[in-house]
């Protein structure tokens, strides 16, 4: 069973900066299209930031020029450096994998970690 872990939220001030990192046994953090989602309270999940295998990267419109998502396929981790934060990126974060190796499809999601933006 995968199992995705996310790590790096807490409480920070507006405008400060917070980078998140997901974590997978094996390596399947390398292959197919990885991801952040976020769910804010009485919210819809929400994409965040993906990049496919092919390295293309898609940003929600609300977070582009202050997020960066990257792969290290060396470290199978997944990173979200969040710049410049707003109080309406207070949410959860999950991280999430999904593709098809050898036929079989997966979509894996990890637990969340909280980030909050207050003063």
């Known amino acids: 069973q995968v199992q995705l872990v996310e790590s790096g939220g807490g409480l920070v001030q507006p405008g400060s900066s917070l980078s998140l990192s997901c974590a997978a046994s094996?390596?399947?953090?390398?292959?197919?299209?990885v991801g952040w989602y976020r769910q804010a309270p009485g919210k819809s999940r929400e994409m965040v930031a993906v990049v496919t295998d092919s390295e293309r990267r898609n940003y929600a419109d609300s977070v582009k020029g202050r997020f960066t998502i990257s792969r290290d396929n060396a470290k199978n981790t997944v990173s979200l450096q969040m710049n410049s934060l707003k109080p309406e990126d207070t949410a959860v974060y999950y991280c999430?994998?999904?593709?098809?190796?050898?036929?079989?499809?997966?979509?894996?999601w990890g637990q969340g970690t909280q980030v909050t933006v207050s003063s």
């Open positions: 999430r994998t999904q593709g098809a190796i050898e036929g079989y499809e997966y979509d894996y």
């Open positions: 094996g390596s399947i953090l390398s292959h197919g299209t």
